[in-house]
């Protein structure tokens, strides 16, 4: 095993790597360093011929709680920006990958969390695994590339209510509208997760890098709309009352502004 403390932890089994998000005391919070090294780490695997399939999961009991609030330091369009670069750059680095991706969730697989769970291929969850996107409570818009992925799994209408509503999902739920694939005993989402990726493993690479690749089409542009609405945002009076409140643990005050 090899890894990059308190961030990302990585292992093998055969021809499978698996990364660990690896900050449980913060739910594996999705801070800027976590995706650097999430970057880094799809970037190495992806020139390894002897990785032919990865599996995604959390450390603790969560897969993530999402972005790091205490971490969205934006003060401007420019630091936003930046700032959703290296966001861009995990959202291509899964959804572009040759290789494909299972996702193993327990627990809390959130905003960010969620998006990072969509990129994935496959996504196993366990019965305990709850799901929300609740970014609006926090003055932004939708993120990770969530506004791709999730209408192309569970529907327009579907993903509007999501994001619109903000209410925590089931796993039964989700594996109903269609947003999970798979749903297993508490505890063993990990073990399913490796033996589908083990099993994805054994195919033709190129035709499932190629399929995997028209999947990806349109992507580009859900990414660059993100970015640069997201980017404003972060600048506004109701982003920062979304954040105080959030950190306080109380209901928030918007204003529209």
Not at 226 to 250: M, V, W, Y
Request: proline letters at 4%; charged letters at 20%; one cysteine or more.
């Amino acid at each position: 095993m090899s890894d990059t403390p308190g961030m990302l932890s990585e292992a093998r089994d055969g021809a499978i790597a698996i990364l660990i998000l690896d900050q449980p005391a913060r739910r594996n919070a999705l801070a800027v360093a976590m995706r650097e090294a999430l970057v880094a780490a799809m970037e190495r695997i992806e020139t390894d011929p002897t990785v032919r399939a990865i599996v995604l999961t959390g450390a603790g009991d969560n897969f993530s709680a999402g972005g790091d609030i205490s971490d969205m330091h934006a003060t401007d369009v420019a630091a936003g920006r930046q700032r959703f670069r290296v966001t861009q750059r995990v959202v291509r680095s899964f959804i572009g990958s040759a290789k494909p991706v299972v996702a193993a969730v327990e627990g809390w697989c959130v905003g960010a969390g969620l998006g990072m769970a969509l990129c994935c291929d496959t996504i196993v969850a366990a019965a305990g695994a709850r799901f929300m996107a609740g970014f609006g409570k926090i003055g932004l818009i939708p993120d990770f590339g969530l506004l791709h992925t999730l209408p192309r799994r569970v529907g327009e209408g579907r993903a509007r209510q999501i994001f619109l509503h903000a209410e925590p999902m089931d796993a039964g739920t989700a594996h109903g509208i269609g947003l999970i694939d798979r749903v297993v005993a508490d505890g063993a989402a990990l073990a399913t997760a490796t033996a589908l990726a083990a099993s994805l493993a054994e195919t033709a690479p190129l035709p499932m890098a190629l399929t995997k690749s028209w999947f990806g089409q349109g992507l580009d542009d859900a990414l660059e709309w993100e970015r640069n609405i997201q980017s404003a945002l972060f600048t506004t009076a109701d982003h920062a009352e979304g954040k105080a409140a959030f950190l306080a643990k109380r209901a928030p005050r918007f204003s529209g502004r």
